[in-house]
Nanobody, 125 residues
Framework: QLKLVESGGGLVQPGGSLRLSCAAS????????IGWFRQVPGKEREGLLY????????YYADSVKGRFTISTDNAKKTVYLQMNSLKPEDTAVYYC??????????????????WGQGTQVTVSS
């Protein structure tokens, strides 16, 4: 059974860094896009960035360009989200999700079929 598990969340001061991990099990990371999303209470889930597992192509939403980086270790079946220069408005529950290739990839949450349980990131002094 396909499963995604996030880890690495926590409390960090403004300007600090955090690295989240998304460990996949139950499937091989071939021909998927693994994306990172975040959600705060009362707001829609926001797509941040994704990476394609077959060739490592990446896509970043404007809101995180220059601060967040996505990478993958296919041997470990793990995708990482490196977050730098964190701001209080980055506080949210962060989710990773997998999208099966169907001719194109996107950052729309509705195209992602498998989700992790989420990990809380709090940016506060």
């Amino acid at each position: 059974q396909l499963k995604l598990v996030e880890s690495g969340g926590g409390l960090v001061q403004p300007g600090g860094s955090l690295r989240l991990s998304c460990a996949a099990s139950g499937f091989t990371l071939d021909y998927y896009a693994i994306g990172w999303f975040r959600q705060v209470p009362g707001k829609e889930r926001e797509g941040l960035l994704y990476i394609t597992t077959s060739d490592g192509n990446t896509y970043y939403a404007d809101s995180v360009k220059g601060r967040f980086t996505i990478s993958t270790d296919n041997a470990k079946k793990t995708v990482y989200l490196q977050m730098n220069s964190l701001k209080p408005e980055d506080t949210a529950v962060y989710y990773c999700a997998a999208q099966v290739y169907s001719g194109t990839y996107s950052l729309s949450q509705y195209n992602y079929h498998y989700w992790g349980q989420g990990t809380q990131v709090t940016v506060s002094s």
